[in-house]
């Protein structure tokens, strides 16, 4: 959400989008409702829309549905679950990721760890990168940890 005001700064100069953003976050559901209230008579359709399902109060399915002309949320299988959370630059999304490519024995990811420079990593994903390919080569190496 922070992202979205910023790029709503840009786009409306002089609109104070910061005290917007604080006041959409706040526990106050009357400040909450003012700068909602704001943002929608700044902003014109179709934006209006899109950034008021972002930013509503209501649960996450309705402003999902709400959003569905802005944005539809891939179908994803787990192994593209996982493909996608390799490619995060986050070492612990990484690491987990990595590891369970090892610890299911998802060949069909091999090549995608193998491609993972690991110089641009920490020590501890290129690590977990390399017990995970190890897991892959033999998969009853990893029963001697257990």
Known sequence: MERLFRLLALQYRGEDF????RGLRSDDAK?????RELLENLLDPPLRE?????????PAEQRLARAEGYYRAPLLDYEAVISTLLDQRGETLQSLA??????LGLTTLRGRLE??????TGL???RVIERALRLLADPGAGLAHA
């Open 18 to 21: 910061r005290t917007m953003h």
């Open 115 to 120: 491609a993972i420079d690991r110089r641009g």
């Open 98 to 103: 990595a590891y369970h490519v090892g610890e």
């Open 31 to 35: 400040v909450r409702s003012n700068s």
């Open 50 to 58: 899109a950034v008021v399902a972002v930013v509503d109060d209501a």
């Open 124 to 126: 501890f994903v290129s």
